[in-house]
């Protein structure tokens, strides 16, 4: 069984993957109608970008509170309860 | 002549490496990336580096080692931190030193930025967090100043305070005096951090007596940790959970007396803080703390 520990290292891995992957594709929309008018079809794309990034980086702080409850109850490398 | 700058990047997520690769790639810089500890290593072996955006936690040999390598022998490659464990392993990066340190997720314009801003210079910096609560500031990886005597008081501190204003004072002074062996600073006594504090070890815990009396299981896991602090010193208004503090003080406690309104003229909170200099000095002789 995943540790938990170990599980939370992977939700805030497939965080940091959704923020990255967002971000880089934000900017480089961005660098691709940089010298030409931004249609509003890419304008929305890279709001909706820029909405996920924000949505990563919040459900992040989120985890991190599960995080603080949970170890409170249970041994981060053992996933059983504290005694 | 080869202007172009070189940028190695780790982290064990191919889809992480892969992106920032293409991404710095068009920026103008040269990448090199690495999936886990030994090929980042072989990777600083063989090629003249400027920065590295390391990741901690890495199969075969972990991000620390490697950290610790970098400020060893390749002082002026630049070296960013990415971590998701942000203060699992903060108290350790802190006592060895980095650039920067960014919590993932990580938003590309914020990484971009310090990117550019770490190459655009030749020495390491302090930085401003504020528009950034989510980078963390560290000392620089060179002491400012140094002692003439050949053996200097060095201890491990940890600052746990409720206030963050005060903690962060006691950690900017803290961090440049060379007296600082590592600093570990707690705002919050949440029991992750107890984690964190026992890889830490510190030697002297300076303790604002707000808090005592409602440390809780905080407070017992930290005196009773296989490596226990050697003196705590509590900081702070009488007026806080005053009988608290008495009971520990009556035990030989050392107590520095700091106003809770910091805009109180009746004490400078300057002073006060010279005063918790002085009293870790006097720990660092009592228990031969020397570097």
Redesign the interface.
């Known amino acids: 069984m995943t540790e938990i520990r170990e599980l939370f290292h992977k939700i805030g891995n497939l965080h940091n993957k959704i923020s990255v992957g967002a971000g880089v594709t934000k900017v480089e929309l961005k660098r691709k109608f940089k010298d030409n008018p931004i249609p509003s079809e890419i304008e929305n794309a890279i709001s909706r970008l820029t909405d996920l990034e924000k949505t990563a980086v919040e459900a992040s702080k989120d985890l991190r509170q599960l995080k603080d409850m949970v170890y409170i109850r249970m041994g981060i490398d053992t996933s059983k309860p504290r005694k | 002549m080869d202007t172009l700058k070189n940028i190695l990047i780790v982290d064990d ?1 191919r ?2 490496t892969d ?2 690769e ?2 710095f790639r ?1 920026k103008g810089y040269r990448i090199f990336k690495a999936e886990d500890g030994q090929a980042c290593l072989n990777i600083i072996k063989n090629e003249k580096l400027d920065l590295v955006l390391l990741d901690i ?1 890495l199969p075969r040999v972990d991000g620390i080692e490697i950290l610790k390598l970098l400020h060893k022998d390749y002082p002026s490659v630049k070296v960013i931190i990415m971590t ?3 203060m699992e392993y903060k108290a350790v990066v802190d006592s060895i030193g980095c650039d920067a340190f960014f ?7 914020e990484l ?1 930025g310090k990117v550019e801003e770490l190459l655009a210079q030749d020495k390491a910096i302090f930085r401003n967090t504020e528009e950034n609560p989510e980078v963390v500031p560290y000392p620089p990886k060179k002491p400012l100043s140094s002692f003439p005597e050949k053996m200097l008081p060095k201890a491990r501190l940890l600052i746990v305070s409720p206030r963050s204003l005060i903690s962060d004072l006691l950690k900017d002074f803290f961090a440049q005096r060379p007296i600082c062996n590592g600093i570990y600073e707690v705002v919050e006594t ?3 951090q107890l ?1 964190y504090i026992k890889k830490f070890k510190p030697d002297i815990i300076l303790l604002d007596v707000a808090l005592v009396g409602m440390l809780g299981e905080f407070g017992l896991t930290l005196m009773n940790m296989p490596q226990p602090p050697k003196e705590i010193i509590l900081f702070g208004d009488p007026a806080a959970t005053w009988e608290e503090a008495e009971t520990l003080i009556k035990r030989g406690t050392k107590f520095i007396q700091m106003p809770l309104d910091l805009h109180d003229k009746t004490a400078s909170v300057k002073d006060t803080i010279e005063r918790l200099n002085n009293a870790v000095k006097e720990v660092c002789l009592k228990y031969q703390l020397f570097a």
Request: charged residues 30%; proline residues 4%.
């Open positions: 997520e889809f992480v992106t920032l293409g991404f068009s936690k998701a464990y942000d919590v993932k997720p990580l938003l590309i314009d971009t949440g029991l992750e984690d």
